[in-house]
């Protein structure tokens, strides 16, 4: 079995498919390596930024321009500014008028602002900016140049949400303003609208349909085709029995919709689907990724028109991000699949069958394809216009590019992407950027492996060669994690709570530099620390950052298209880049890759043993071992019949050890059994016989000589004197007592007990009761008949009780005054009898069982 066991490691395939891990970032990069980087906190003398912070809400990268959209500001950056500054070069103010309304309507005076959360180019020389302006959301239009204002206001009710925490996406498309937010105050009503539209009614989806929208949050929305589609995730209505599941999906509409009949779907979108988007790690049981937090604009990706998303695990779940690739044909092909509907009591939502699909097939566009013969969309067949609004879902889902995502990573929630297709010296990798909820910022590179013939003999890629994410399983292609970079600063970026979660990742590749957004601050990083390697050629290769190139004369230096000739780069990784530059410590342990600041990677890391072969080779030695641990015992053991010659004597047996003392017992011995003592009587109590006292010493009541120990049963007279001596002395009572005599039970209490050293009287000795206040009087007694007392005496004709009595716990009031009493220890009839020991088997009682 284990040689089976063996085998079937070494075989490939042998082992189950494991989850990706995480990458080890080949360079950290710490908050005093970014101190140096320019940021923007707010305006100079702008108190509200000073106290609240920059207040971020949207970027947009304009003809050379950054417009970053904020809290009642809007700034415009010059991208050419010198790499040291960050400082608008011309902003406007546009505040909110009516606050006091705002703050009757419940909310707080810091969201009683006019956060700006729409800001979209309309044309070549102008743009929308859209505003929350103290929840009643107003549009005005700007000019892009001069940030001056044209025409007039416009209501903003489904252009924009009235919360700044409510999602909202927007674009201008055939010269009209697609948006996606929530329409009221409440933030229930979900809206996918278009307006601004000349000459054509504006559209939306249907109102307060769970099937259509479910508190949706929108992330991105682009053009293609005779399509626009918005990305976006919601709770599943199809998920229902599982919970508040949240997935991520594609919709898209037709540009020239029109909206229904009068009979159906009128002023409504009649060509709305959406289809759920996977972005799961594949396996026996697929890992789904199913919360969408980011989308790229299309890229052209191995020539194929593709998006990047960013996706997250559930918001109760383990904290992990994925991204994954999908091409735009893949996402238009699925929009051809089959309707989705809820079936049976349950409420299973199972594939329609086509049979039962009206056509022209519903979500079409009049006009083309399958609908050639419509004019527009008011003319579809009732059944079409019936079966959409129905069945606004599809059954199925878009797959990734090459079945599995690019780059995961755990124990990190990532919430943005910003993707360069075109980095290195032949704009042939493809480098990502994403942002985390705590304020780092990763650079990874994607597809930098190529298949072995097209791969140049230098290790470079030659020019023409290209990436594609996408391709991930015909390539062979692995991320690597270039760098992990710590940004936010809370000294520097002031913010409400959860500040340091990154908003946005504008890159700016002429440039070499991201903007990354906070909600109080603006960052402006660099792509790449070329600097970092000085003149360690070994390091700066070993780095594969794409954005750093070799120079012998100048060392380790950004890329760029003026460089001189002769520039060396690996990102492939070349097996002979190994070592340490002269003078330069080894990498830190426990980093696999090494630190690229001080050294690269080590032959010894390059020349590890793959894991199915060590796992083979221990399970290997385990079963020699014990075949041969086997054999040994089988040789060894001697068979019960054999007789061998007569050992010789040894040596004189040693002297038996001496006996052990006796286990301490768990539990103590049980009693011998005994004669039920008998209960007191008021007869005389026979007395113990008395020692004789000692010349010069008071006589004392007491046993003579040491008695014998006690042992179980009831206690004897002697023991319940001495039990009574140590309740007098426990009492704490200053009174005298006399003191113990020789061969009295008060010899034999252990050395430093609290009353040894209490002297005792023959007379003062009497008993107090523990549960009366030593100030309380005792009550008047009367005298008990046929008592004796302990120590052989008389007892003195009636009078005022003396020794132990019994009495009230209280007193009574006007008795004698309380203290000590003259007299000995005397047995009354108030003595507790001692309870006999109850039987094991209680006999029944006369008629019952």
Known sequence: MPFILLLLTIIPGGLAQTFPRDLVARSTVGLAATAACPRFGGLRGDNGSAQLGLGFQHMLRLNGTLLVAARDHIYAFDLGQDEGLLYPERHLTWEPRDRENCAMRGRLQDECHNYIRVLVPRDAGTLLACGTNAFSPRCRTYQVSSLTQEGEEVSGQARCPFDAKQSVVALFVDGSLYSATVADFQASDAVIYRSLSPGRPPLRTLKYSSRWLQEPHFVRALPYGPYVYFFFREVAVELGALGKVAVARVARVCRNDRGGSPRALERRWT?????????????????????????????????????????????????????????????????????????????????????????????????????????????????????????????????????????????????????????????????????????????????????????????????????????????????????????????????????????????????????????????????????????????????????????????????????????????????????????????????????????????????????????????????????????????????????????????????????QPPAPRLYPPLPAPRDPPELPTPEPTPQPPRAEPRRGQAAHPGPVGCPEPPGPGPPAKAALEELLQRLHGAGGSGWPVTPPAAGSFANRVRPGAPFSGVPLTPRDGAMRRLDVPPDSPPPPRRALAHTHSLGGAPTRPPGPGRGLTRMHSLGTPGGPPWGPRPGTLERSLSLKPPILPKPLLLPAAPGRP
């Open 271 to 659: 060509s709305f689907l959406k289809v759920r988007l996977h972005c799961a790690v594949p396996g026996d049981a697929v890992f789904y990724f199913d919360v969408l937090e980011a989308v790229t604009p299309p890229w052209a990706l191995h020539g194929r028109p593709a998006v990047l998303a960013l996706f997250g695990t559930q918001p109760n779940s383990i904290p992990g991000s994925a991204v994954c690739a999908f091409y735009l044909a893949d996402v238009e092909r699925a929009f051809d699949g089959p309707f989705a509907e809820p079936r049976g009591a349950a409420g299973t939502w199972t594939p329609v069958p086509e049979d039962r699909v009206p056509q022209p097939r519903p979500g079409c566009c009049a006009g083309t394809g399958a609908a050639a013969g419509i004019g527009t969309s008011g003319d579809f067949p009732d059944e079409t216009l019936a079966f959409a609004k129905e069945h606004p879902l599809l059954h199925g889902a878009v797959a990734p590019a090459g079945g599995r995502p690019l780059f995961t990573r755990t124990g990190a929630r990532l919430t943005q992407l910003a993707v360069d297709v075109g980095a290195g010296p032949w704009g042939n990798q493809t480098v990502l950027f994403l942002g985390a909820e705590d304020g780092r910022v990763l650079k990874v590179l994607v597809a930098t492996r190529q298949p072995e013939a097209t791969r140049h003999p230098a290790g470079t890629s030659a020019p023409g060669e290209t990436g594609d994410p996408g391709d991930t399983g015909d390539t062979g292609s692995e991320p690597l994690l270039l760098e992990d970079i710590s940004l936010y600063d809370p000294a520097r970026c002031r913010g409400p709570r959860g500040a340091s979660r990154v908003l946005g990742l504008e890159l700016h590749p002429p440039g070499r530099e991201l903007y990354v957004a906070f909600a109080g601050c603006l960052v402006r990083l660099p792509l790449s620390r070329c600097a970092r390697h000085g003149a360690c050629r070994r390091s700066c290769l070993a780095a594969r950052d794409p954005y750093c190139v070799w120079l012998p004369a100048e060392g380790c230096v950004p890329f760029s298209k003026d460089l001189p000739s002769g520039f060396e780069q690996d990102v492939e990784g070349s097996p002979g880049i190994v070592g340490s530059c002269p003078g330069e410590d080894a990498p830190a342990a426990g980093d696999s890759d090494g630190d690229v600041a001080h050294g690269v990677r080590g032959a010894e890391a390059a020349a590890a043993v793959p894991v199915p072969v060590l796992v083979g080779c221990v399970l290997g030695a385990f079963a020699l071992g014990a075949v041969a641990a086997g054999l040994m015992a089988t040789g060894c053991r001697r068979p019960p019949g054999h007789k061998g010659p007569p050992e010789p004597p040894g040596p004189a047996a040693a002297p038996p050890p001496p006996a």
